[in-house]
T-cell receptor, first 114, second 113 residues
Framework: AQSVTQLGSHVSVSEGALVLLRCNYS??????LFWYVQYPNQGLQLLLK??????LVKGINGFEAEFKKSETSFHLTKPSAHMSDAAEYFC????????????FGGGTRLMVKP | KAGVTQTPRYLIKTRGQQVTLSCSPI?????VSWYQQTPGQGLQFLFE???????NKGNFPGRFSGRQFSNSRSEMNVSTLELGDSALYLC????????????FGPGTRLLVL
């Protein structure tokens, strides 16, 4: 069975500071990994996706994530936080062998202080 | 392309009633998945449909059911509503191959009183 752990349910950074959101996964097969963002009262928007083509994945809005197999991690980073980045972020995994079923982490709420 | 649409956006029901939620996928997408989002349990997979067949099912009671039509539109039904069914129900569509990116709709917020 797959599982995803997001360390830190709440992360607070100052505007302009580095954003680091942590995600660790377990999967019995090489996974597909995703980061989604959710703004209040909205659905989920895809930030980026890992599919084994490259370990460093660049996404929208300046976010990127690095796949580290040895650490079973897929942490999300952004060099400089903006107020508009305040939202909830979800890491998700799919093994691809069972259709498109996603297993999500518990989410991390990012707060950006002016 | 138009995104995933879900109707209705908000719904209030009472315990014991049933409810049907609708999802229209992105044009050309043939896989539709449903998820329940609650503060306590987070995002949980309900089921996935492809070519009018349920391909995967999450760990939910039989009161939760779904179907997919030939045009890929999908509905989910919850019978005998319980207070704990209050949640945001999200629909996502994607290409049918496993591991494909899922694109989410805005969700239907269901409140059970």
């Amino acid at each position: 069975a797959q599982s995803v752990t997001q360390l830190g349910s709440h992360v607070s950074v100052s505007e302009g500071a580095l954003v680091l959101l942590r995600c660790n996964y377990s999967s019995s097969v090489p996974p597909y990994l995703f980061w989604y963002v959710q703004y209040p009262n909205q659905g989920l928007q895809l930030l980026l996706k890992y599919t084994s083509a490259a370990t460093l994945v660049k996404g929208i809005n300046g976010f990127e994530a690095e796949f580290k197999k040895s650490e079973t991690s897929f942490h999300l980073t952004k060099p400089s936080a903006h107020m508009s980045d305040a939202a909830e972020y979800f890491c998700a995994v799919s093994d691809g062998n069972a259709g498109n079923m996603l297993t999500f982490g518990g989410g991390t709420r990012l707060m950006v202080k002016p | 392309k138009a995104g995933v649409t879900q109707t209705p956006r908000y719904l209030i029901k009472t315990r014991g009633q049933q409810v049907t939620l609708s999802c229209s996928p992105i044009s050309g997408h043939r896989s539709v998945s449903w998820y329940q989002q609650t503060p306590g349990q987070g995002l949980q997979f309900l089921f996935e449909y492809f070519s009018e067949t349920q391909r995967n099912k999450g760990n939910f009671p039989g009161r939760f059911s779904g179907r997919q039509f030939s045009n890929s539109r999908s509905e989910m039904n919850v019978s005998t509503l319980e207070l704990g069914d209050s949640a945001l129900y999200l629909c996502a569509s994607s290409s049918p191959e496993g591991g494909e990116t899922q694109y989410f709709g805005p969700g239907t917020r269901l409140l059970v009183l």
